[in-house]
């Protein structure tokens, strides 16, 4: 049988036109409306030209009358454009040109929304069947999420919605309105340095037990990123994957070397933070584990300004997430719930760490949020259970408060940096198995401290 070539004729230029495709004897008309750019296709089945002209006609009528009158012009299914605009981020995630939030978007839209949505015609989406879903998400994790958790499936949905206006699948007027049902804690879910310590001392025994190869690699590199995480701060993924060599400066201050870090990606954007003196123990060992940099001492390999990232295995490729392998290390030590919020802990939960042990050194909030890379306001709202009042009753010790207050709150303060500090650093050396004192880590503030306390004592006596 003689095969059909493919042919096309124009019934309004720009607008309509017939096309018969080689694969077939029916005509197919392809019609744009005006104020939609995407050109629309239907197979007419029929292979008279003449009838599949009339077809045509009334058909790209019939779109331009409902698109004016506010209607679809043909309307498709939930997963049909919600995967459309999956391809498009996970595009740009991999051309590493997305935004830090992508991912959470292509999460909600796979775990969660076309699952549910897929079926329905977009178009169709009412409020009772957003209802609907508020329930099918409950039941199926136990619990309600987090507000910040909604507003990103909430933004991952509208993504959808915006893709099918565009596309004339659906009309402005159509857009459901989208509800956020989970409650805005002021209190995050956190670490005790008791947990820390266990987390740390437990490590060795959850690396020891893991298979051999990428598994027992990534949990050997663990061992050092979730101190790290915990010493600098830095929001796991977003910012520390990109961390590499070459972004780290040290600066001779007092003639002690201080360590500076210039953070490529985050949620705000760059930034340079300084990093805490636990970090140089830390760097060290990174150093200790690769076999290209095992040779190089420290500092001529921060002189070199590599760019190879800091937490990438022998091979020289990044793991995937830590999140699995820390996930599992917490549920076996059955501190995947944090006791005070009662909210499941992750490795975000490291940041909170770090913050509230800053806080406690009464570093300012504001510098505090600038070194962290976020806002006085949420340092605020999410800390403000570190009152002063807190501090002193967890610290003060035996302080007697009946001499000078001056003097008194100047060595309460200095008690609650060393403390905090002694904290950090007392993880960062069990993790490491490498010491690094105190009086070497700030000689002047330990000389200031042992000066002030021994001068309390001669008042005392």
């Not at 992508?102 to 178009?123: E, H, Q, R, T």
């Not at 099918?136 to 990103?152: D, V």
């Not at 309105?177 to 310590?197: K, M, V």
């Amino acid at each position: 049988m003689r095969a059909i070539s493919e042919s096309s004729v124009v019934l309004q230029h720009g607008k309509l036109r017939l096309v018969r495709r080689s694969d077939t004897k029916n005509w197919q008309v392809h019609f744009k409306v005006d104020g939609v750019k995407q050109w629309f296709r239907k197979t007419l089945e029929t292979d008279d030209l003449e009838k599949a002209s009339g077809l045509a006609h009334r058909m790209w009528m019939k779109a331009t009358f409902d698109h004016e009158d506010g209607r679809p012009i043909i309307s498709k299914r939930f997963a049909k454009i919600a995967n459309i605009v999956l391809q498009r981020l996970t595009d740009e995630v991999k051309a590493k040109t997305a935004k830090p939030s992508y991912k959470d978007y292509i999460a909600a839209l796979k775990l969660y929304l076309i699952p549910f949505y897929g079926n329905y015609n977009v178009d169709g989406i009412k409020p009772a069947v957003i209802d609907a879903f508020h329930g099918w998400r409950r039941e199926k994790l136990g619990r309600e999420i987090s507000a910040s958790a909604q507003g990103n499936h909430n933004v991952a949905m509208n993504l959808v919605f915006d893709e099918a206006i565009q596309r004339g699948y659906m009309t402005e007027m159509q857009r459901p309105s989208l509800r956020n049902t989970g409650s805005n804690s002021d209190r995050r879910a956190e670490f005790s340095h008791d947990e820390l310590e266990t987390i740390i001392a437990a490590l060795p025994q959850f690396i020891k037990h893991s298979r051999a190869g990428r598994t027992r690699e990534i949990r050997e590199m663990m061992a050092i990123y979730v101190p790290f995480m915990a010493a600098t701060g830095m929001r796991p993924g977003t910012e520390a994957e990109y961390l590499e060599w070459r972004h780290i400066d040290v600066e001779v201050r007092d003639k002690q070397p201080i360590l500076h870090f210039r953070i490529q990606k985050g949620k705000r954007g760059a930034r340079n933070f300084v990093a805490h003196n636990s970090c140089w123990l830390l760097l060290e060992r990174l150093r200790q584990m690769n076999p290209e940099l095992a040779k190089t001492p420290l500092q001529k390999l921060l002189r070199m300004r590599m760019p190879r990232r800091l937490f990438c295995l022998a091979d020289g490729t990044m793991p995937e997430t830590f999140n699995k392998s820390f996930r599992a290390l917490l549920e076996e030590l059955n501190l995947l719930k944090c006791p005070v919020t009662g909210k499941e802990r992750s490795l975000y939960s490291l940041r909170h760490y770090y913050a509230t042990q800053r806080l406690l050194e009464n570093i300012p909030i504001v510098d505090l949020a600038q070194q962290m890379g976020t806002s006085v306001l949420m340092i605020t709202k999410h800390y403000s259970h570190l009152t002063p009042l807190m501090k002193a009753k967890q610290f003060a010790g035996d302080i007697d408060d009946s001499g000078s207050t001056q003097d008194t709150e100047h060595i309460r303060a200095l008690m609650n940096a060393q403390m905090a500090a002694k904290n950090i650093m007392s993880l960062v050396e069990a993790s490491t198995g490498m010491s690094f004192s105190i009086q070497k880590m700030a000689p002047e503030f330990a000389e200031d401290l042992a000066h002030r306390l021994h001068e309390r004592l001669k008042t005392v006596q």
